[in-house]
């Protein structure tokens, strides 16, 4: 590595604002050290939010802000940089919004002249952006309001002649304004959590239709060039790049079971009896006919499927992933691998997180097996864990809002709220966000990060204790930031908090450079590719600080929102043992987890309370963001 | 660069004990996560006495440890690896004691088959150490005591009959427990601060000589072989380097006085009128016979002198450097180099620091001057400032404890203490350690530096505040680590104490790993050679991470020892301008620079007094230091 000197590249990004109540469009381009300092995706996302999204407002208002944003790596010519990030104020959290998407759409505005897209307002009558070669249009939508993601992509693509456009759109759930509904990009891909599809119905979005000829600069073609043939030629060392190159996610459902990850009737039981029905590898054999990829990614770990009747799945909507099958199926005590297919494909469809999706309906089966709802409240559907046809007539009932859908199309904490009559204890999520597919009993630090992900319960903001317990690629990627030994799955002491916080400082920072995290680089192999494709004189030392500026700008967001230590929480029933399986004698101790969730708070450089400290915004080159926390 | 994976080398050290007390000799294999968190040098210094030295002691008693240290890179053929490090109490400060030095005996030290050797208790009769090939015998040295070092060195070559062995030994100054007292290396390099040679003579340990030759181990010769390739390359684009192959340090003096950088008058006075008297330029041009280096660089630094009558100065010593030039004479208000170049010979000939020699002789000729000591006090020498044949005297004086010496040999804060009478305010020392040759009222950071090194006033646990004003390799460096625009020199705010941590940090990791900081090596190359060298998979945050570990052991060490807050402060007089010069009108704010304090207090995660918390001593995984704070 030759010695580099400071910004000789003259990183040259644009950003694309767009004010959907007057019209207005603008573009703006930011000087090189904003970029490097918060460098794309949820940096950018928490950067707008912070500064510009006044305090108290409704998320659904033409006060919110919505941000897609892609990376300084993304459209590089390198595997696992096809992603973007979308990031606007919860509806279904009221706090920091904010998810990732794969597929080709952000490098497909990267090419398009931009690196990010700021939507402000709200359109009078539905509108679609079109955005193209460094210009953008507002374009009448109002033929496109009520279909789905695919007719959506269709008839864009026909009406502007061009087949390689790629659409970011939302369907009847973010319409309707379901407070988890997703943005479907490529029909096949979700930025699925917090709701920001209906943040996007709010504002009349129906779509934004991307295209662009320009080529992505790199700085260093040959250093890229060099990392791509790295991985090329070890790929295949990593079984689970491996898994992933030839089942996609959910290969292993069986030892998810095992160990008591799956998640069983709302987290309610343990050993749900029949994974492998729902395995990636059972697809494989049975309704796959496929694989599709990110753009430039050789890991193509994306499942097309096809089913005939009476389901007929589409392929365009690709396949489940492993959080589809494991909420609309196991969490809803479903094991009928074509209904799960059929709810995947109709959460594209109709633009609904499947995690939100699954982990609400299995809320309500829940409530249903308990009296709290009956069959009057269900149209007569038989609510029962298990259930599939139920399971796949809820999710069109919550797209549309339909009967108790539109109960359920406030996720769990409001429907809950709504129903009442001790609903509240079935409600599975934090800070309103439903919880995904991991579980915290089992993977112990993950259960801090459902409590403290500003997001609420996310698995993107998370790191999973088991590749920690041992030797393998988690660790071996850790040790690269002093993490030197193993640490024990049920340990939730100040080595695993340690190790935690670095792994989610990388995570995030994953979510400004929207680099995927299947790809098997380590820390300094992607401070390698930050410095080949920017230029900059970079290293993991000011990329890791990034990721924690990032996440703590998020924690100013979502305290200047009335949130505070009270809801780094996990839901009561986590604090219990399953109902049977292999994590039927254990769960979590609220006293430990204190300690962890307070030490947590301390070596973040926050308060007893979890407020940052100014000095440590100030280390964090925010020291601007001190205001927001008076 | 590939993706390491955790350990791949098997680091294989050895750690050298012995007990002068009792004779015993031993040898430790510590693992290599040991090696890995605590690197070697400051670092093991920190981690051995924290752990192993008793608070409260008698730095000058038995119950004291004196550990030499090599670094992880040391011996590794790529230049700047050729230092190490050694660390006590401080006889000086009574806090934690580190001194780095240059020259072979490091190297030779690894290819003698050790990392460290730890001195423990003190032997009866004066002895020496001699370590070769991975064994170690305590020697007789009752011949030697009272030689000076050249003596000493001639002699073990001598009687040992090999006159490529590398010694470290003291002179008269170390024997008599002048509390400044070095240790020299090689004739020519010092390890100075903190009273190192005092430790050494309280021990009757006259010596240690090695000689090995084992090939210290190399993980990937190919990558270290490119990065030595580089820097030969491109070391003469570097102005800085040029200057110091060319002149070694000290070129430059006229701009210094010109800044105000440079001291006169024991820190009173600005504008030494005549700094091309002593300037490296004029060394070259008239003393000079030549240059040197350390071990495998090829910057080669280091001055070889000659002077005949009536100074006589032994090319044996080496010239003098940037802070003996200072010390010894612009703070002395002395011009002439012949002098100060013998007062240079005579420090590294009796193993006296010259920072501290020269700031005490300053501080005497001030008392001289205001009359607080007399001729009566100084034999009779017109000990003013000025007076070059006064300071030379005053040197050998102070090794011998002879007359006003014995009571400068205290240092100047135990010399004032003993003289009294207002003389304590010309006593420029912080925690005991005397003031080095830059001046805190230009450069703030700095001085902020001074006040909370561990070691008291140091310029190996400090930033330049000029090398970030403007553009230039010091700007570009800290780029890597995200301070991205230039800091103005007299800015002591937010943005210079982030950009001065983030420096300390590595500087204190330069003290580890012992790699000298004139090379131009920037931060990624740096961990790149650590990697090379190592084959630990490891990056620039793990590598900043142990810096800021050591000093944070350090720190622990001083707040047992009973230093608290009230240490972490300079001189009042820099908080006044100085007389005349181009800081006449400009001096530190003592409430800006409280401020600038306590910030830096925060930002370390220490508490408003200055105590690391608990959770940042576990964020830097090393919870087992706590109880050293309870």
Known sequence: MERCFAMPFGYNGKILRVNLSDGRISIERPNENFYRRYLGGEGFVAYYLLREVKPGIDPLSPENKLIFAAGPLTGAPIPGCGRNSVGAKSPLTGGFGEAEVGGMWGAELKRAGFDAIIVEGRAESPVYLWVHDGEAEIMDAKHLWGKDTGETQTIIRRELGDNLIRVASIGPGGENLVRFACIIVDLRNAAGRTGMGAVMGSKNLKAIAVRGRERVEVYDPNKLRELSRWLNENMSKFRFVNDLHNYGTGAGMDAGA????????????????????????????????????????????????????????DPAYGGPEYEALAALGSNCGIDNLEAVTKANELCNRYSLDVISTGVTIAFAMECYENGIISSEDTGGLELRFGNAEAMVKMVENIAYRKGLGKILAEGVRGASKTI??????????????????????????????YAVSPTGA?????????????????????????????????????????????????????????????????????????????????????????????????????????????????????????????????????????????????MMGWSKDGVPTRARLEELDIGWAYEYLK
Not at 421 to 438: C, D, N, Q
């Open 258 to 313: 095992a160990s008591g990850n799956l998640p069983f009737r709302n987290f309610r039981d343990g050993g749900f009896p029949s994974p492998e029905k729902l395995d990636a590898r059972t697809i494989k054999k049975t309704i796959s006919i496929g694989m599709e990829g990110c753009y430039a990614c050789s890991v193509r770990c994306k499942k097309v499927v096809r089913i005939g009747e009476p389901w007929n799945v």
């Open 420 to 449: 009442g009559r001790g609903s509240e204890k079935y409600a599975m999520h934090v800070k309103g966000l439903e919880i995904p597919m991991h579980e915290p009993r089992l993977k112990r630090a993950l259960g801090l990060g």
């Open 458 to 602: 996310d698995h993107m903001h998370n790191m999973h204790d088991t590749g920690l317990a041992s030797s393998g690629p988690m660790l071996d990627a850790l040790s690269s930031l002093g993490v030197l030994e193993p640490i024990p799955l049920e340990d939730l002491g100040p080595k695993k908090i340690r190790a935690f916080i670095y792994y989610v400082d990388w995570r995030v920072l994953d979510n400004c450079l929207l680099i995927c995290d299947f790809l098997p680089w380590d820390f300094n192999q992607k401070t390698e590719i930050v410095r080949a494709v920017t230029g900059w004189n970079t290293s993991a030392w000011e990329l890791m600080k990034a990721g924690e500026r990032v996440i703590t700008m998020a924690r100013i967001f979502n305290i200047r929102e009335g949130f505070n230590k009270k809801d780094d929480w996990l839901p009561e029933r986590f604090f219990k043992p399953t109902r049977g399986g292999p994590l039927s004698n254990t769960s979590l101790d609220p006293n430990i987890f204190r300690n962890a969730l307070e030490l947590y708070y301390e």
